[in-house]
């Protein structure tokens, strides 16, 4: 019987997840994928081949509702069903917000691990919460198959204690108010894609993008996290689909004092209204509708995302003390040539030589041969890391 991983996304209404099968060797190749949206409500679930053939498109409206736990029983039972015996699932590779200072890298889950993540759920509430769920309804579902929990902010621990720390009085960093970063998991896979596709930068000094509907940038120093944009939340850093990035704290003192707003209004403004969504007067979050309107604010809206790209660039850059290449990657980064070319652009200082054709093909390296630094486009698959980290510590 072949081996899969079983690689779970869990969020506040839904369950995303991939299954990845070990091939011949011990390479893993993604066999389905799909998600349980709408959760609690009316749950919709859909799962496609990894060649993008509908597998199941159905609404569990009959079925009992429940939430994470009656969603997943669900799911395991219709992974069951569709791969019959011909495959056994090894582990359930879990994406977590986040792993505190505790976990540098991804580990098996028991009793006593659920419990110190507990504790991390007030460095995470909107996230935390809901990627716990998942694993407890995994575990309770499936108590024989390991559970792998991987973390968004693991691939940033042993940085250099200045770039985690804050200027604040140190007994609040013994408490743990750190610059944690996130889209770890999906820089770790960068980083290893430039090995294996540039590997001229292996040990250079790289700049991610990670742009997508949450953003942030990770200077990479031969292969590892030097800094990133995000701090002690994924709030901080740059303007994203709807939050506000990095703000001056005597805003929120404002807004508290003079405006007479609780922390959870403040929560659900720096979280869900603003950013982009924000900037352009509640227009859209997603760029491809802020790209094709003639709106003014939706201009400035763009204006500023890429504004606060270029910014960090910098930022970034004199840190790690040069740059070999800015890398574009996630959902705007892959897809859209304007952003990547505005952003070339306006980071003017850098020299870049775009390559037309090649920025518009979107893959690879986009800048002409004498352009120092290079530019690339590499897709992250946070989800493949996931796996291959849950493939490891079962020793598959
Ligand atoms: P998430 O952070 O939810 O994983 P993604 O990485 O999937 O987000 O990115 C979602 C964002 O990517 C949305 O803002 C969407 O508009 C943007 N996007 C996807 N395709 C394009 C495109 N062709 N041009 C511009 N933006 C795009």
């Known amino acids: 019987m072949q081996k ?62 429940g939430g994470h736990g009656r969603a997943f ?24 917000l986040h792993g505190g200072q505790e976990y540098a890298k991804p580990i098996r889950v028991d009793a006593k691990v659920m419990e110190k993540l507990r504790s991390f759920i007030s460095l995470g509430p909107l996230h935390q919460p809901n990627n716990l769920a998942g694993i407890d309804a995994a575990m309770e579902e499936t108590p024989e198959i390991p559970q792998i929990a991987c973390f968004d902010t693991a691939f940033h621990r042993g940085r250099e204690p200045v770039t985690d720390r804050f200027a604040l009085p140190r007994k609040y960093e013994d408490l743990g108010v750190l610059r944690y970063g996130f889209h770890g998991l999906s820089y770790e896979y960068i980083a290893r894609a430039i090995g294996e596709q540039a590997p001229h930068l292996a040990d250079k000094r790289v700049v991610v993008a990670h742009l997508g509907n949450g953003s942030s940038m990770c200077a990479l120093k031969n292969g590892r996290s030097y800094d990133t944009t995000m701090g002690f939340t994924a709030l901080d850093g740059l303007c994203m689909g709807t939050r506000t990035g990095a703000i001056d704290a005597g805003v929120l ?45 939706a201009a400035d809206a763009v204006e500023f995302f890429v504004y606060r790209i270029v910014k960090e660039l910098g930022a970034l850059t004199a840190a790690m003390g040069g740059l070999d290449a800015l890398v574009f990657t996630a959902g705007i980064g892959e897809n859209s040539a ?10 003017s200082a850098f020299g870049f030589k775009l390559d037309a054709a090649a920025n518009a093909n979107g893959r690879g390296c986009i800048t002409t041969e004498s352009s120092t630094p290079e530019v690339w486009v590499i897709p992250t698959n946070e989800e493949l890391m996931i796996a291959q980290h849950a493939a490891n510590i079962v020793g598959l």
């Not at 807004?255 to 720096?270: N, P, R, S």
């Not at 304007?338 to 980071?347: L, W």
């Open 253 to 297: 003192l404002w807004l508290l004092q003079d405006q007479g707003m609780d922390a959870k209004q403040i929560e659900t403004l720096l979280y869900k209204e603003s950013g982009l969504l924000g900037i352009s007067g509640g227009l859209s979050s997603d760029m491809r509708d802020l790209l094709e309107s003639d709106d003014p604010k």
């Open 338 to 347: 304007e952003i990547r070319k505005r952003v070339v652009e306006r980071a």
């Open 4 to 65: 899969a991983i079983l690689v779970l996304n869990a969020g506040s209404s839904s369950i995303k997840f991939s299954v990845f099968r070990q091939n011949g060797g011990s390479d893993l190749e993604l066999d389905s994928k799909g998600q349980i949206e709408g959760i609690g409500v009316r749950p919709r679930f859909s799962a496609k081949s990894a060649s993008g053939e509908k597998l199941i498109e159905e609404e569990w409206e009959k079925k009992e509702s």
């Open 73 to 96: 029983a669900n799911l395991a039972a219709w992974l069951k069903g569709h791969y019959q015996d011909q495959v056994e699932l090894a582990a359930v590779g879990h994406r977590v």
